[in-house]
């Protein structure tokens, strides 16, 4: 029970799992054996993830009612020869979650020591000959089917994945001919790891993403299709066959993750599979339930089944059957949406009287040739296929393409060429039918599925090849229309590579593209397509009802649809996006293409902002999309040619940048007082020319905008009702980021110089203009505060009692030596100042973690913390205590200078993390105790064990819990924010930490932004509100934020002991899945209140008795 109290304190503490998957212990990813036995593994958690469900005493005698408890063993079959490793660590995890039921769970991997490949048949004959006399017990069985043999753009691909197939089938014969007691689960496995024979996938036109994500898809069909016969799941009641719903796709998500959390990802995607189809609650990890205890099967699962095929028949329907299924909101709106057409309301069609010698007085008339270049929205994957076939996502419809298509003509298909048709029936250079951009009916759209920026210079030298050798072009004369579309593939693969697809290295080759089209093309106006803002797609992949393939799309577009909600990768995501539309719209207004009067770029952005089209009941309206939900349906291609047009005949910097697909676009038609396509020129627009080369920075400080800076009415007594003003003294514990160690140093001699006036938390160095730190931000709301540091070394310390070099066993004498100091200065009212104490410990002792683990273990940071913030609580009244979460130190490898101080210093300072080997079991485990550390902090501090007392608070501020490393404008790391070292932050990063320190404290608990992209920005600074003018605490971060007056205190406070921890947390948790049991916000108030009392009468003194013997201490 004292276990099952600790995850659960801890899961209503922490926001979501997805903020420390990483935390915990991976059990089984090294390959040593682990220190607890499955028994001892399962004792500790079973209680707490998955409580038993009631049942029969025996196992089950039929398949179909089998129990996790049942299974006495699990073997696995195909396990990948190149991957064998990742497979294995896979199998372990759902081997320990199963062991929840069945502690002693051995798995087997069959054909494991052949360095050969096998069949799956002969792997199912090895394991039938092996367990042809176990008649009686439950076997489960993991078939692995790999696709990572198969080459994608093999044109016998068909014929190949045909011959995977019949080896499944012969397999599943064999071994439901000879096994008894058996459940299959069939999975599709998928890796990174690209087959030496698949040369085709090397050509860089060949879009590799899609190519291998609609090879997954056929062979998760194909096989869906041979377990639609009753053999496998029917003929006996021992025996059935299922499969996996999702392809087993491991592949690294960024340029700096491991393999680690995508494994334990993959494990609870197999897991939750495994078990009967259940609505998914507020835990991450789901458990078998009284109405369905069963590991699935095809007839157990048989009405989910219907229900989930029902589901995508209703939503995978025809895109204007679907508009007849569905009402919209106005008749005026379901006219416009069901027709592919358009109607042209423009009277005068006619050309200028002689062809213009100027792109600036161009008529739609004019125009002459059309061409574009892009990725598959312009190639226009999918655009035509039927909403339930997504195999045809990987055909071209390019006739059909919004900004080059010319199927057909304007009633039936809107595109621009067939607008421009309108005014010109000669017209050339669009494209028709489906095909690759090689195809001659592609013609001028040259655009390549998978295209991205890097493509852009190859895709407009063909380009330009073409118009010049196709002899219905007159290159010379020709008014020419060309449409750029591009940067989805490098936002979708962004994180995968941050400096390779950072927006200046993007924003550099779409100019190298242009500068081709602009010294070699003449008579052209190029439409460069702002980026669609892409991020708002999750919508669509969330939505179940919709029945959208959401793996496929998450491997299409990792970088965006993977991340979590509210998580800095996310936000990182959305950073980049803003990063790719704002460098392309300063490309252009540079001017650069304005030298002469025959050539131009227009900015069109119309896509900057987009919503997602939905239905009358709110839901998205999946009719926009292919049958991936990822790229545009036809109806979604008619929208955007529409936008693009009158996009066209807007002026320059009053152009239309939003746009709501669901709604009805009326075509704009040229006027007679403005009858050209607009341009810079023609619509008087000034460029602002490139951005100015910003003054060298010769200070770090910040702009101060809040308005009300006043203090409370009368002196709070309340901890919950402080505001900044009412903050009297700052005092500050820690180590050398406290003290401000080679803060501003500019050479290794200055490196060892304690710089506490600038020191994030407590210097005091000039004002805030000039110096970032929290009490120049607090002497914005009272001038008089005290305690800051000032200068360098011990001159001015004030109440700055960090040491450089501290662990966290040093901290509880830095607090003696503080209150000490508090007691004695003359000029502190001792029991009356609100006092404001910052504590950051625990970068040494991570760094030192490998050398001394047991002194430096969790537990005993625990309980120095606990010691510490005791003596707090006990003789020092008035007082909030921001407790910072220790950063995530693994980024700091990336950190890199060609100087002595970063080349040899640095691996001395962190040995732990900086001399280990990367992917090493070393480095996993001090990153292990990293997240651990993370969570023993918030245990401390949200125990319960500091809340008796009205006038004293601590709030952990967990902007460094996911910390980001600082990346200049190319993407790299910004080696700005970092000390002669390359391992203590320069005053430029102490001024980015005071700044989020600043952030998280007028944020409410729950809420508390957990990262610091170090933007730097000097107007980022949060105020107070009027709805929540206070210092946010626990309390009344969860309560009205007008809280009842309370009566001031006089000078004599009555100082109460700490409250023990509640519960009992003396247990600790080393197990990977205690990470996956955080729920989404604080357990409901009758659990928490249960809890409570429970947990407090087991008495404080057992408790700190128990911790202390546990401690060694």
């Given at each position: 029970?004292?276990t ?30 682990t ?13 707490v ?37 990742e ?8 081997t320990?979650?199963l ?5 002693e ?7 494991q ?22 008649v ?16 994608a ?5 068909a ?9 499944v ?5 064999n ?19 690209q ?7 090397k ?9 291998k ?33 999702a ?16 494994i ?9 599979n495994?078990?009967q ?12 339930t ?8 095809q007839t157990?699962s ?103 298509g ?14 421009l048709?309108e005014?010109?029936?000669?017209l ?23 295209g ?8 407009v ?10 002899s219905?072009?007159?290159f ?35 100019r ?11 008579r ?33 577009c ?18 980049f ?8 719209r ?6 650069r293409?304005d030298t ?19 239905l009358e009941?709110?839901?998205p ?19 955007m ?17 939003s746009h ?24 008087n ?18 702009d101060?905008s809040?308005v ?7 002196v ?45 938390s ?8 000039t ?14 505060i ?6 360098e ?24 030596n503080?209150v ?6 003359s ?14 410990i625990?970068?040494n ?10 002194s430096?273990s969790?537990?005993?940071y625990?309980?120095?913390m ?15 205590v ?13 950190v890199?200078r ?6 040899y210093?640095?691996?001395m ?16 485990e001090v ?7 993370q ?21 952990v ?12 404008a ?11 070292d ?28 957990t ?19 206070y ?14 007056p309370?009566?001031?205190?006089d000078?004599s ?5 700490p ?26 108030g ?25 401690t060694g201490?």
């Open positions: 029970m004292t099952r109290c600790a995850l659960l304190i801890l899961a209503a503490l922490v926001g979501s799992w997805a903020q420390f998957t990483d935390a915990v212990y991976l059990a089984g990813e090294n390959d040593q054996p220190k607890k036995s499955n028994t001892e593994m399962a004792e500790s958690y079973m209680s993830l998955c409580s038993p469900t009631p049942g029969p005493s025996s196992p089950s005698s039929s398949v179909d009612a089998l129990r996790p408890a049942d299974i006495s063993a699990v073997y696995t079959l195909g396990v990948p020869l190149f991957h064998r490793h497979a294995s660590i896979l199998v372990s995890r759902i320990e979650l062991s929840m039921f069945t502690p769970m051995i798995p087997h991997h069959v054909g020591d052949s360095l050969q490949p096998r069949s799956l048949l002969k792997e199912a004959e090895e394991l039938s000959q092996s367990l042809s006399h176990q009686s017990g439950w076997k489960f069985v993991l078939l692995f089917v790999s696709a990572d043999s198969l080459c753009c093999s044109p016998h691909v014929a190949d994945v045909e011959a995977v197939v019949r080896d089938e012969a397999a599943l014969r071994l439901q001919e000879k096994l008894h007691h058996a459940l299959i689960h069939v999975t599709v496995w998928s890796t990174y790891h087959q030496d024979n698949c040369d085709c996938l050509d860089e036109s060949i879009n590799q993403r899609l190519q994500a609609i090879l997954l898809k056929t062979l998760q069909d194909s096989l869906s299709g041979v377990f639609e016969n009753p053999r496998w799941h029917s003929n006996r009641s021992d025996f059935s066959v299922m499969q996996q719903s392809p087993v796709i491991l592949e690294p998500r960024s340029d700096s993750d491991n393999m680690g959390s995508d334990n990802q993959l494990a609870i995607q197999l897991w939750t495994m078990l189809p259940m609505t998914k609650g507020v835990i991450a990890i789901p458990c078998p009284q109405e369905r205890p069963f590991l699935r099967t157990n048989r009405s989910d089944r219907v229900t989930t095929l029902n589901n995508k028949a209703s939503s995978l329907t025809d895109p204007r059957s679907l508009e007849i299924q569905r009402q919209l909101y106005s008749s005026k709106t379901a006219n416009c949406s069901q027709v592919m057409g358009t109607e042209i309301p423009c009277t005068d069609r006619s050309p200028s009287p002689t062809t213009p010698t100027s792109v600036h007085e161009l008529r739609p008339g004019d125009i002459k040739v059309v061409a574009a270049v892009g990725d598959s929205i312009t190639a226009a994957n999918g655009v035509g296929a039927k909403v339930d076939n997504l195999l045809l996502v990987i055909n071209e419809y390019r006739g059909l393409s919004w900004s080059i010319g199927d057909e003509n304007i009633t039936t298909v809107t595109t621009l060429p067939n607008i048709r005014f010109n029936p000669s050339t250079g669009f494209s028709e039918g489906i095909g690759k951009q090689y195809n001659p009916k592609a013609f001028l759209n040259q655009a390549v599925a998978g991205k920026s890097s493509n852009m210079v190859q895709q030298n063909i380009l330009v090849d073409k118009m010049k050798n196709d219905r072009i007159d010379i004369n020709d008014w020419k229309v060309i449409t750029m579309f591009i940067g989805g593939n490098d936002i979708c693969d962004f994180c995968l590579n941050s400096v390779y697809f950072s927006p200046r290295n993007v924003a550099n080759r779409i190298q593209a242009l500068d081709i089209l602009h010294s070699e093309v003449p052209a106006i190029v439409n460069l397509v702002e980026l669609l803002h892409i991020v708002p797609l999750r919508d669509l992949n969330s939505d179940k009802s919709l029945g959208c393939p959401t793996w496929f799309v998450g491997y299409i990792p970088c965006i649809m993977k991340p979590k909600e509210g998580s800095a990768a996310l936000q990182k995501a959305n950073d996006s803003r990063e790719y539309q704002r460098v392309m300063e490309l252009v207004d540079t001017g293409y002469h009067n025959n050539f131009t770029v227009v900015l069109q952005p119309m896509l900057r902002e987009t919503t997602i089209p939905t009941d709110g839901s309206d999946r009719s926009y999309f292919a049958p991936d939900c990822f790229h545009l349906s036809q109806k979604a291609h008619t929208v040619a529409r936008a693009l047009w009158n996009n066209m005949l807007e002026p320059v910097g009053n152009k239309t940048s709501d697909f669901k709604d009805c676009i009326d075509l704009k038609c040229p006027s007679e007082t403005s009858p050209f396509f607009r341009t810079a020129v023609n619509s627009y000034t460029f602002p020319g490139p951005p100015p080369t910003p003054p060298p920075v010769n200070n770090w400080g910040s101060f809040c009300d800076t006043a203090p409370s009415n009368s709070p007594s309340s901890v919950h009702r402080v505001r900044p003003a009412d903050v009297k003294v700052v005092a500050a514990l820690g180590d050398s980021l406290t003290t401000g160690f080679g803060a501003k140093a500019k050479n290794l001699m200055q490196l060892k110089t304690e710089y506490k006036g600038v020191s994030w407590i210097g005091g160095d000039d004002t805030l203009e110096v970032t730190t929290l009490p120049n931000i607090l002497k914005k709301f009272n001038p008089q005290k305690g800051m540091s000032m200068g070394n011990g001159k001015q310390t004030g109440f700055n009692v960090a040491v450089s070099g501290a662990k966290i066993s040093g901290v509880p004498g830095q607090v003696r503080l000490d100091l508090l007691k004695k200065d000029s502190v009212d001792f029991n009356n100042d609100w006092k404001l104490v910052t504590l950051f625990g970068g002792d991570l760094c030192q973690y490998c050398h001394d683990p047991a430096l969790p537990q005993n625990s309980h120095h606990m010691t510490s913030l005791d003596i707090l609580y006990k003789e020092v009244p008035r007082t909030i921001n407790v910072m979460e220790i950063l995530e130190l693994k980024g700091l490898r990336r890199k060609d100087s002595l101080g970063c080349n210093i640095q691996p300072a962190c040995p732990c993390f900086l001399q280990t080997e990367e992917d090493s079991l070393e480095l996993a990153q292990r105790i990293n997240r651990e550390i969570m023993e902090t918030e245990k401390v501090v949200y125990g319960g064990r500091y809340e008796g007392r009205e006038d004293f608070a601590v709030v501020q967990p902007f460094f819990q996911n910390s980001i490393i600082p990346l200049n190319d993407g790299r790391v910004d080696n700005t924010y970092f000390s002669e390359c391992f203590h932050f320069s005053e430029q990063g102490h001024a980015g930490m005071a700044a989020a320190l600043w952030n998280n404290m007028l944020e409410p608990v729950g809420k508390k932004q990262y610091n992209d170090f933007t730097n920005a000097r107007n980022n600074l949060k105020c107070p509100t009027k709805e929540h003018p210092i946010f605490t626990k309390e009344n971060s969860f309560s009205s934020p007008t809280i009842p309370a009566p001031t205190s000078s406070t009555t100082l109460s002991k409250l023990p921890l509640n519960p009992d947390c003396s247990n600790s948790v080393a197990i990977w899945l205690a990470a996956v049991l955080a729920v989404v916000g604080l357990l409901i009758c659990v928490a209140t249960w809890l409570f009392f429970f947990c407090r009468d087991k008495g404080g003194r057992k408790r700190m008795e128990e911790e202390m013997r546990c201490l």
